[in-house]
């Protein structure tokens, strides 16, 4: 019986650690920006060792993409609740509802990995909307990859300005705009009759 026992304490123990870890980042996040976090003071404060980090994480970039990961969950399951065009208004109500998290990770000299991330987050989001739209009929004017980089670039970009002028345009506006804007682009593109 023992022999059962001890795997299933480290399973529990990493997970706890996980978890801890992915608790005390998102704390550090409403205090400091991302850059200025180390692994260090990640372990000290979650009380874990560097070796149990390094078991959960491949450094800290991976750990903040499990803490934004878990967020896109709550994101999708709204955006289901919501049409396509609410779909932004959504996301940016979400960030603003914890604006110190998203300006200290995006908003605060957003490093290269950091941008990585804000932008597969919109490119699923796009992605998947626009696969929806080809199911309903629509001809793309190129291909759904370019569509969706294209207009993934300039959500990341519009995001991340309205994150550091720190919520200066009212989020409505702004999804309006960039709703607009996506719009334009596909307006472009035919319904196949």
């Not at 969950?73 to 914890?98: G, P, R």
């Not at 626009?130 to 990859?145: F, H, I, R, S, Y």
Request: aromatic share 10%.
């Amino acid at each position: 019986m023992k022999g059962r026992e001890a795997p299933l304490m480290e399973k529990s123990r990493k997970v706890s650690a996980r978890k801890g870890l992915m608790d005390t980042l998102e704390q550090l996040l409403h205090k400091k920006p991302f850059q200025k976090i180390s692994v260090n003071e990640l372990c000290e404060r979650t009380l874990v060792s560097r070796t149990a980090f390094y078991a959960n994480f491949r450094d800290k970039y991976h750990l903040l993409a499990c803490c934004l990961e878990s967020k896109t969950a709550a994101v999708n399951s709204l955006i289901e609740t919501h049409s396509t065009e609410e779909f932004l208004s959504v996301i940016l109500d979400f960030i603003q509802k914890d604006p110190r998290f998203f300006y200290n990770t995006f908003g605060a000299h957003p490093e290269e990995e950091i941008l990585d991330i804000m932008f597969g987050f919109f490119e699923r989001q796009i992605t998947s909307f626009l696969e929806d739209q080809t199911e309903k009929g629509l001809v793309l004017p190129c291909p759904a990859e370019i569509v969706s980089s294209f207009c993934v670039g300039g959500l990341t970009v519009s995001t991340l300005r309205w994150i550091k002028s720190n919520y200066k345009t009212p989020k409505e506006d702004l999804a309006a705009f960039q709703y607009t804007l996506l719009r334009s682009i596909l307006s472009g593109s035919q319904r196949v009759p």
